[in-house]
């Protein structure tokens, strides 16, 4: 028998509260064709990882294909290239550039039956490690931030400032 004090801690949600963030901001017709997880890191890293954004489209691209870890994207080149508005040879040109910079590895498939080619797997194991390994320093700037903040609606900021640049001064000389 459940426990009455669990289920007294449980609050009910209305109807308006427990429908999706995501269907109030961009409707539930718009949502039900599905959705993407990107990570922020990915849009605040672009400048480090060297994304221009024709690179970034494609990426978003084949992140929209890429839902269960260890199982990577297998969109046809034309297919991509039909989504990004761009032609299948600058395609290409955007994933060697993606290769050679460590983010994807393309990895060719062939039909068994007839050894015919078949839409490569993209590899997106390069980007999540750089990713994981980037993640560190904007974690930094972000709890410094939160400490500035913290600190600058405290009161005696201004007088802590000045404090900290005097010090700052007398160590120098």
């Known amino acids: ?12 949600l209305t109807p308006a509260k427990a429908k999706k963030a995501s269907e ?6 718009v949502m039900d064709l599905g959705f993407s997880i990107v990570p922020s890191l990915l849009f605040k890293a672009q400048r480090r990882l060297h994304l221009e954004p024709r690179h970034m489209g494609v990426l ?3 992140l929209d294909f890429y839902w269960e870890d260890g199982r990577y994207p297998y969109p046809t080149k034309a297919l991509l290239a039909e989504r990004c508005n761009i032609s ?12 050679e910079a460590g983010l994807v590895k393309r990895i060719e498939r062939h039909h068994a039956g007839t050894n015919g080619k078949i839409a490569n797997i993209y590899d997106l194991s390069g ?21 500035q ?8 900021h201004k007088m802590r400032k ?12």
Do not use: C, Y
Request: proline letters at 7%; aromatic letters at 2%.
């Open 1 to 12: 028998m459940p426990d009455n004090k669990t289920k007294d801690n449980v609050v009910k």
């Open 24 to 29: 109030s901001k961009w409707g539930k017709p």
């Open 60 to 62: 978003v691209q084949l």
């Open 88 to 99: 299948p040879r600058q395609l290409q040109r955007i994933i060697v550039d993606m290769e």
């Open 127 to 147: 980007l999540e490690a750089k990713l994981k390994e980037l993640e560190p320093d904007f974690t930094d700037v972000k709890k410094k931030a939160k400490a």
């Open 149 to 156: 903040r913290k600190d600058v609606a405290t009161p005696g």
């Open 162 to 173: 000045r404090l900290k640049k005097a010090s700052s001064a007398k160590a120098a000389s």
